[in-house]
């Protein structure tokens, strides 16, 4: 696909100087957890009668985004089960991500460290689901099957905006119960509601849920700026739909954001499913494919995206929020798993495929020489290298008045140029 030159008519063709660009550090709060083992051991210690885990099978759940420190919490979880006598084993939950398959799901956590070795315990992945509880409208509610037959649930999961819609619960503990751990089938019905109506959904399906299950406890994980680990919370099943939205609450006030106000182009050097749900974060740049309001971001006249996380597989679910992206990229997708998550989801546009150009070079030169400004020269041109990484970022000098005038914003360094390879590639300021 696009294997052939696209050739169309640009005026004056794809020559053109670029704007040289600045190194700005954007600064945000950092605070962070140092000893990850130790804060998850404190925490866990603080589980009341631990005595009656023992001989429980227990599935703990696992998701398909990169979490930081995810390793070692998940190693002392295990570790704690086993000492009180528990019989832990890992489930991928990620509703139909890993393009639906077993298989898939468990390389999504292999990308990560997470496998059988590493975490001492089996990994059980399957597709097969039991219906377990019903909406108020009919809507069955469905679960994993094998951590239905376990004796208990240990939900883990990193608690964040999410991408499509803004509620009282979002990404999270609730989230991963009701959408990743009903696999395709549970995540498919709860997506039909569409996204306008998961503010309501996702809290009544959690609830529900949580009724018919053993959780004897949550983790709940919170992130800095900085895709750090700050907070981490064990929580009692009785407390997970009063607790989590106050810890969504202290992840929206720690979330990174771009600074500058308007941007003419913004390049963004990859996107992923390891990045965000739906590979660039709306809570960034927002655009939501969803269509869902209630997202604030910059002003941004034209985006370009230049290539996919090698953690994606392939998955270039988000692509669609691009105005401009590379063949290579394109040539990159795994369309199997781009239009099972987005059929699943039931956002279709964040599969569409934008503009495609030759290679990087075209794909800035054109989306300056389209955006809505006369003097190339004088372009308000941002790159980021995804929507996570947001403390190093560059800036056209177009914008260093904007930049100079920011209070938790500094340029570093002398100004750079545009660098490309023989076959147009960006190449690493």
């Known amino acids: 696909m696009f294997d052939k030159e696209i050739k169309f008519t640009l005026d004056g063709g794809f020559e053109c100087e670029l704007p040289n660009m600045y190194r700005v550090n954007q600064h945000f709060d950092r605070h962070k957890i140092q000893d990850i083992p130790s804060r998850i051991n404190k925490e866990l210690a603080t589980f009341p009668n631990p005595e009656r885990l023992r001989d429980m099978s227990l599935a703990i759940t696992v998701g398909s985004r990169g979490i930081s420190g995810l390793i070692p919490v998940l190693q002392q979880t295990i570790q704690f089960l086993k000492e009180h006598g528990a019989k832990p084993f890992i489930v991928p939950s990620m509703g139909s991500h890993g393009s639906a398959n077993a298989a898939g799901q468990v390389k999504i956590l292999e990308t990560y460290g997470i496998t059988e070795q590493s975490m001492d315990v089996p990994i059980v992945s399957s597709m097969e689901v039991v219906q377990v509880a019903t909406m108020s409208d009919g809507v069955p509610l469905y679960l994993d099957k094998v951590a239905m037959e376990a004796d208990g649930i240990i939900l883990c999961n990193k608690i964040k905006p999410h991408a499509d819609f803004k509620g009282r619960v979002e990404s999270g503990l609730l989230k991963m119960l009701c959408i990743g751990l009903g696999n395709h089938v549970g995540a ?15 809290p009544e399906a959690g609830e529900r849920l949580l009724e018919k299950i053993n959780v004897p406890f949550a983790v709940g994980l919170v992130e800095n700026a900085y895709d750090e680990l700050m907070d981490i919370e064990v929580v009692e099943q009785s ?107 039931g956002t279709l546009a964040t599969a569409k495929i934008p503009m495609v150009m030759g290679n990087d070079r075209e794909s800035i030169v054109f989306a300056l020489k389209t955006a809505p400004i006369h003097d190339i020269q004088n372009a308000r041109i941002v790159w980021i290298k995804n929507t996570l990484e947001l403390d190093n970022i560059y800036v056209s000098e177009g914008l260093t008045n904007v930049v100079d005038s920011l209070e938790k914003a500094n340029r570093t360094g002398n100004s750079v140029e545009f660098s490309f390879d023989e076959s147009g590639a960006l190449l690493p300021w």
Do not use: C, W
């Not at 498919?188 to 996702?202: A, K, M, T």
């Not at 996107?271 to 604030?296: L, Q």
């Open 188 to 202: 498919s019905s709860l997506h039909r509601y569409g996204f306008h109506n998961f503010h309501r959904v996702i």
């Open 239 to 345: 407390d997970i739909l009063t607790l989590e939205p106050k810890y969504l609450e202290k992840a929206k006030q720690n979330i990174a954001q771009i600074m500058i106000p308007d941007i003419d182009v913004l390049i963004i050097q990859e996107i992923g499913k390891n990045i965000s749900g739906e590979g660039m974060d709306p809570n960034v740049t927002g655009r939501p494919g969803s269509g869902v309001g209630g997202f604030s971001g910059p002003n941004i006249a034209s985006t370009v995206v230049l290539s996919l996380t090698e953690a994606t597989h392939g998955n270039g679910v988000g692509i669609g929020m691009a105005d401009i992206t590379t063949r290579q990229l394109v040539q990159n997708l795994d369309f199997a798993a781009m239009y099972t998550n987005a059929a699943t989801a």
